[in-house]
């Protein structure tokens, strides 16, 4: 399911939140380079209604996904509801 189509489904990627955003434990899927996924996160977190994901890497444990979109804006965004 399409991170920015979340309530729908839809086979294209997105790169902005539009509908819906992810709950906790929703698995959320960076494709960097529009070649492959990149990085897979899960939503540990929720503060003030933004979805706070955590991956393996030490440095994006709860990270703000506004954060993650400002900082990726050319990235594609998958989630998937658990």
Same mark, same amino acid.
Not at 23 to 43: F, P, Y
């Given at each position: 399911?399409?991170?920015?189509?979340?309530?729908?489904?839809?086979?294209? !990627?997105?790169?902005?939140?539009?509908?819906?955003?992810?709950?906790?434990?929703?698995? *959320?899927?960076? =494709?960097?380079? #529009? %070649?492959?996924?990149?990085?897979?996160?899960?939503?540990?977190?929720?503060?003030?209604?933004?979805?706070? !994901?955590?991956?393996?890497?030490?440095?994006?444990?709860?990270?703000?996904?506004?954060? *993650?979109?400002? =900082?990726?804006? #050319? %990235?594609?965004?998958?989630?998937?509801?658990?």
């Amino acid at each position: 399911m399409l991170f920015r189509q979340l309530r729908g489904a839809t086979s294209t !990627p997105g790169r902005e939140p539009r509908t819906g955003k992810p709950a906790k434990a929703d698995v *959320l899927q960076a =494709d960097w380079d #529009r %070649t492959n996924i990149g990085r897979s996160m899960i939503v540990t977190k929720k503060y003030r209604g933004t979805p706070n !994901p955590t991956c393996h890497t030490g440095d994006t444990h709860n990270k703000s996904l506004n954060k *993650l979109l400002s =900082d990726h804006p #050319r %990235t594609w965004w998958y989630a998937h509801r658990t």
